[in-house]
């Protein structure tokens, strides 16, 4: 997964001055008073308060280091990641998506390597494969997170709805028992985030070989295939019969969450990381998490998707990667991580957390369940991920499905 991305000094300065806030504006070395200060990066901004008591807490535990924390919008973050990286002075602690954007600052050389760092033992090891390459633990992702659409438990309990769609006809008849009702079947931020996370669910039993993507890179397979027309066309289905709403493509992440949260809409289309925006606006809603199947009963492997990310590293560039580290080791820690999961609503790869909040306890369930790891993050090159993308959102916009994987796949053959 090989995306170069060349900011110029004009672009960057205007993502710098675009993030979501920071404990501190300078990001020297030192303090003035003898305490290292580290630099954290990340992109989620719906965790600042979680994080401000987890730094509080580490700062008194270890008086000589001083974190400054900086949040950065998650679109800018990926594009810019490697940039701010680059001399050290930015990132001494900083995540990663798994993917493409871990290969590419992995291909930087920007992971310092944790490999014998004792806090691993902390971690479910078959949970933290995703920051693993060349045989070198790079990176810990912190959380576990199911890229399938949340549900309102309360709008299915009051309409008497089934969660459990087991073909694709019980998910059409699904979405229209909401539509009948009066609510939009499935908010799709298809401004942004939709199209990119929607499809991991919508394509797991379409193409159920976890090498899909290998595949098509190699030129085994292509997005003229069955599997992917058929995945498209069904993205079509769902928008022609009003299950996506109006004006989908539209439709940005927050305004998709507040549709959901306000009751307009019975599912989300992206995953568990939003659960925390949703009740920030309702506190009261219950939220469940389900996935469509797209094939017959018989024909299902996949029940969902998961993915384990938000992956907390070290910069290699850094100067100060032993105060780095005693960061990620506290934040490893079972109590720490243990809050931020319950602070947050967000599942944890950290072993014998016990989780408080209702949907987090209640999503326990998926742990059992038979999911794929999101297919998205397995496209190995950039430009061909951004062309499967580019896929839905032109079926979408009125394309043929048929058109639209061949636009694509001229794409992939330019990059292959």
């Known amino acids: 997964m090989k995306r170069m991305f060349l900011i110029s000094i004009l672009i960057l300065s205007v993502v710098l001055s675009g993030c979501v806030g920071s404990t501190s504006s300078n990001s020297d070395s030192g303090t003035g008073d003898g305490k290292t200060k580290i630099s954290f990066i990340h992109w989620r901004g719906e965790d600042k308060a979680a994080f401000d008591s987890l730094i509080a807490d580490f700062e008194e535990q270890n008086q000589d280091i001083e ?103 019980e998910f059409l008849a699904l979405c229209q028992a909401i539509a009948d009702a009066g609510h939009t079947p499935i908010a799709f931020p298809g401004a942004d985030i939709g199209p990119g996370q929607f499809m991991n669910s919508m394509m797991m039993n379409n193409a159920p070989k976890e090498d899909i993507f290998d595949k098509l890179i190699a030129g ?133 957390v016990e989780y408080t909040s209702e949907e987090l306890k209640s999503a326990e369930e998926w742990f059992e369940k038979n999911t794929r790891f999101q297919p998205r993050y397995l496209i190995p090159n950039a430009d061909v991920e951004k062309a499967v993308i580019a896929s839905i959102q032109a079926v979408l916009n009125g394309t043929d499905p048929v058109k639209a994987a061949e636009d694509s796949q001229k794409i992939v053959d330019q990059n292959i």
Do not use: C
């Not at 760092?117 to 912190?142: C, H, S, T, W």
């Not at 928008?239 to 004006?247: E, H, P, R, S």
């Open 67 to 169: 974190v400054d924390m900086t949040i950065y919008p998650s679109e800018q973050y990926q594009s810019t990641a490697q940039t701010l990286l680059r001399d050290g002075s930015t990132g001494d602690v900083f995540t990663s998506y798994p993917g493409s954007h871990f290969e590419i600052i992995k291909q930087a050389g920007l992971f310092e390597d944790l490999s014998n760092e004792d806090f691993l033992e902390n971690y479910n090891e078959r949970l933290i494969l995703a920051g693993q390459a060349d045989d070198k633990q790079y990176a810990v992702p912190l959380q576990l997170v199911f890229n399938q659409p949340v549900y309102n438990a309360t709008l299915f309990e009051e309409l008497g709805l089934d969660p459990n769609p087991k073909s694709w006809e």
């Open 220 to 352: 085994e397979a292509k997005l003229t295939d069955e599997w992917w027309v058929k995945t498209l066309t069904q993205f079509k289905e769902l928008n022609d019969k009003g299950y996506l709403g109006n004006g989908a493509l539209g439709t940005n992440h927050p305004g998709a969450i507040a549709m959901i949260a306000n009751g307009d809409a019975a599912m989300l289309a992206t995953g568990s990381f939003a659960v925390a925006g949703i009740k920030e606006i309702n506190p009261d809603i219950e939220l469940g998490l389900l996935a469509p199947i797209t094939v017959s009963e018989s024909e299902a492997v996949w029940e969902g998707i998961h993915t384990t990310t938000f992956m907390l590293a070290v910069n290699a560039k850094s100067s100060k990667k032993e105060a780095a580290k005693k960061f990620v080791s506290f934040l490893s820690e079972k109590e720490n991580a243990e809050e931020y999961a319950n602070k947050t609503s967000q599942h944890v790869t950290v072993n014998d």
